[in-house]
């Protein structure tokens, strides 16, 4: 392993395990999250623990707001060996149609989910191409930039965005022969605040009336699926032997292969797909390999 680690999304949920993991690993950890409350208390955590650890309040929506992590990441610690571009978000709201979501939850989904990582990748590659170390970028994307189907479409066709640019990273690095790994971390269902995202929803990009009422649903579905749900310190563990064994793929499921292979054999056969029902996959034993 490397020396610095800088996560985003760092002061919850996969991004807090990711700071423990690698801090137990030996890493400095820098935990980036837009809620800089959430940061400094990942901070003390690690801190209290014997890690070196500092806090940095970063909108990875804003390109300017990644470049000022970058600057304090290199101007405290001079190096970055650990990139996981992790921040996500899902937009509140019962079942919508593609035609039906509001135009601000495309703007801050995509903003966030996809554009961060794209802000990530800009940002730090050029640095971390210039240290010429061994170093190595984690981009979390989701199962459900692998799928079809109705359901969320704007949070998946990010995801989608996600696993494109992070195929293109990982045969760009390699055509250079750049001694950067890339894993692309592909979580089903994770035990995380990720459907109370809207807590730090953008003022700009708030619903007129609030979504209040739509957040309490989305959590009672969530909460029905936990059951079966890996914990983000289970997901941490995966991504650091994939990390360690330089593996781009890291799908924590294999929960949902059937669904994964039905689009792709209706891709290749010229059919139309059948698009199988995901939610009864997402209940099955989310811990199979």
């Known amino acids: 392993m490397g020396r610095v680690a800088v996560i985003t999304g760092g002061g919850s949920g996969i991004g807090e395990a990711l700071a423990r993991r690698f801090a137990r690993a030996g890493m400095k950890i820098i935990v980036a999250d837009v809620d800089p409350v959430a940061a400094e208390r990942v901070r003390v955590t690690l801190d209290h623990n014997g890690h070196a650890a500092l806090a940095v309040q970063t ?10 992590l970058a600057d304090r990441a290199y101007a405290t610690f001079g190096s970055v060996d650990l990139l996981c571009n992790n921040a996500g978000v899902v937009p509140s709201g019962r079942h919508r149609a593609v035609w039906e979501y509001p135009l601000e939850d495309w703007r801050w989904v995509f903003d966030v989910n996809l554009m961060g990582v794209v802000h990530g990748m800009r940002t730090f590659v050029p640095r971390m191409l210039a240290q010429n170390t061994p170093a190595h970028i984690v981009n979390t994307a989701s199962v459900a930039g692998f799928i079809s189907g109705s ?11 996600v696993a494109r640019v992070t195929e293109a990273l990982y045969a760009g690095l390699v055509e250079r022969g750049a001694p950067i790994g890339v894993t692309m971390l592909v979580p089903g269902l994770v035990a995380t605040r990720i459907y109370e995202s809207e807590r730090n929803r953008p003022e700009g990009l708030k619903l007129a009336g609030g979504a209040a009422q739509e957040t309490a649903e989305l959590q009672a579905i969530a909460s029905n699926l936990y059951a079966n749900a890996l914990s983000p310190d289970e997901v941490a563990e995966q991504t650091f032997e994939a990390v360690r064994e330089n593996r781009l793929y890291q799908f924590t499921t294999s929960s ?15 059919r139309n797909p059948s698009f199988p029902d995901v939610l009864m ?4 034993d989310s811990r199979a390999p």
């Open 151 to 161: 359901g969320s479409p704007a949070y998946s066709a990010a995801k989608h965005g």
């Open 59 to 68: 909108d990875v929506a804003d390109a300017a707001s990644v470049e000022r």
């Open 256 to 270: 949902f292969d059937d669904a994964i292979r039905d689009r792709a054999e209706a891709i290749l056969a010229r």
């Open 281 to 284: 996959m997402s209940k099955r």
